[in-house]
């Protein structure tokens, strides 16, 4: 069971139980605030403590369970849950499901700040656990990369929107006149009359009728267009739906 230490971080319980200097821990939090790391990740990459030291202080003293990650393929719908970029930014990895809790591995579970967003971006109830940091950088590569996940989803929605388009087009410039004219043929003597062929000694239409057909129907379909651009485009660019940046969690 994991201990609670009301508001201490790492660095306070490893300077109180003598593990580092004062000033090891104000530099601690000095790099904390530059780079947004993880007290833990901080502390081994200045020599504080090394790694043996931190993982044993968050298994026997807080209680973390630790797991071993080595050789482990992580389901890719687990990477769903937390963004690439939030799971190297603070050095995280989900690692499985355990009754409907998301199992995570991190360099410092003991960092409330993280713990709180975590459960804000992943939406369900979630356990931290521990592991080393060359098991955490190894399922970080199993990450698909974001440039990639991005300019597919793009292309997934720009083929859909101009299929889209190309239906509302064609529906509303031929298909729907079509409708109308059935309808209005079927139920208005006076269109019915309007349609009619017209035979001039039995051998031809009225022109005036195939003028004002051909020039409706092109002012139709002109008309359609512009709307159809309108609808679609915005200065020559296809309307993308915005997405939600890390910025919108708390640091």
Known sequence: MVEQRGL???????????LITHAQLEESLKRQKETKKSLGQI???????????????????????FISLENKKVDPLYFTYIPKSFAQ??????????????????????????????????????????AS?????????QYPYEEEEAAAVETELSSLAKLLRKFVFIFFAFIFPMIVI???????DVFKEFLRPTLRGGKAFSFDVFIYTLLGGSLWIIIVYEINALIFERGGKTIQPPSPSEEEFKE
């Open 8 to 18: 201490e971080n790492l660095g306070e319980m490893l300077f109180r139980e003598g």
């Open 43 to 65: 502390l081994v990459e200045i020599g504080a403590i090394t790694e043996s030291v931190k993982m044993s202080f968050l298994r026997k003293k807080l209680g973390y369970d």
């Open 89 to 130: 930014k603070y050095h995280l990895v989900p690692v499985k499901l355990e009754n409907r809790t998301l199992v995570i591995a991190m360099d410092d579970p003991s960092d409330l700040t993280v713990m709180d967003n975590l459960k804000t971006i992943v939406g369900m109830p979630i356990k931290p656990v521990i």
């Open 133 to 141: 940091s060359a098991d955490i950088d190894e399922i970080l590569r």
């Open 182 to 188: 059935v309808i209005l043929y079927n139920n208005s």
